[in-house]
């Protein structure tokens, strides 16, 4: 057929390449692709990562779930992260502790192929932490819920604000269906630590917790003493608390063996020590940290350990 109209044969040029994009937007061959195989799945904290063996002139693959079941087909849920190209993914947006059965097909522009064979898989909830931890100078006690269906707990833990589990110190946990503890010392006094918390479940897979961390108390001031009626002692470390507020020595002593403060005074953290008070026959001097706010000094009782007391 020949036509002079120029513009009606660049409408027929159009629509015949709009036919050629049409028949290969899905690449492939002409034939329905087979069904994968080797679909595997690791659960996790309310996900599920899916990987299968690739299929030829697949271009992509669409995945398919269903809750509570052991087997699953193409008339189920689709999953949003479908079509996938290449072989893993990861479906979101699970719920916790239920067992999901998967299917995934091959797609090309020839169609989609029949569903692999079906794969289960239980979701498991990442353990937490109790915060905040308590500690000392020297040590953190991590705290956690009980998780009855751990089959190991393993606690990671790095000096540091941040934590990778790869280069991470990690500790099993002893009798990991009942412990919601773990001491951790000796460590170094005023130092920062983070901590993760994984989890496994022999049927069902395992999940890694957010990290928290934690700093250790700065080390008490030393133990007071006389030094020619001068009442000394040595200096713990830190300058600053938290708020970074400057921070001061604060002296107590009594006049009764203890039993009561008689009064206390205090002295910038740079200066350690304090004058020897005469006029009284007996003293008991304790020292410890306290910050500055505004025109107040106020103990900070979970970063100032308090020295040993002195009588004298």
Excluded at 30 to 37: E, G, R, S, V
Aim: glycine share 8%; aromatic share 10%.
């Amino acid at each position: 057929m020949k036509t002079k109209n120029p513009w009606l044969l660049g409408l027929i040029l159009l629509l015949g390449a709009c036919q050629q994009n049409l028949n290969v937007d899905d690449g492939g061959g002409t034939t329905i692709p087979t069904a994968p195989t080797g679909l595997s799945i690791t659960s996790g904290d309310s996900q599920a990562r899916l990987s299968w063996t690739d299929v030829a002139d697949a271009v992509k693959y669409n995945i398919y779930y269903k809750a509570n079941s052991t087997t699953a087909s193409k008339t189920d849920t689709l999953a949003a992260e479908s079509p996938v190209v290449g072989t893993n993914v990861t479906i979101a947006s699970l719920t916790n502790s239920v067992q999901y059965a998967f299917v995934v097909t091959a797609v090309n522009s020839a169609g989609e192929g029949a569903a692999s064979v079906s794969a289960t898989g239980t979701t498991i909830a990442a353990p937490v932490f109790t915060v905040p931890f308590a500690h000392t100078s020297t040590d953190i006690l991590i705290k956690w819920p009980v998780r009855a269906d751990a089959n190991t707990l393993t606690l990671y833990w790095v000096l540091g604000t941040t934590i990778d589990i790869a280069t991470a110190t990690a500790v099993p946990i002893s009798s990991p269906g009942t412990a919601t503890t773990y001491s951790l010392t000796p460590l170094s006094a005023g130092t920062t630590y983070a901590f993760k918390l994984a989890i496994t479940n022999t049927d069902h897979g395992t999940s890694l917790s957010d990290f928290a961390t934690t700093t250790t108390l700065n080390a008490a001031p030393g133990q007071p003493y006389d030094s020619a009626d001068i009442l000394m002692w040595t200096f713990g470390g830190g300058t600053t608390n938290s708020s970074g507020s400057t921070q001061y020595f604060l002296l107590e002593y009594s006049s009764d063996n203890g039993a009561t403060v008689s009064g206390h005074d205090n002295f910038p953290i740079s200066n350690g020590q304090s004058y020897f008070y005469s006029g009284v026959e007996l003293y008991i001097g304790r020292v410890y940290r306290v910050t500055q706010t505004g025109a107040a000094l106020e103990v900070i009782s979970d970063t100032s350990p308090y020295s040993d007391p002195w009588v004298w």
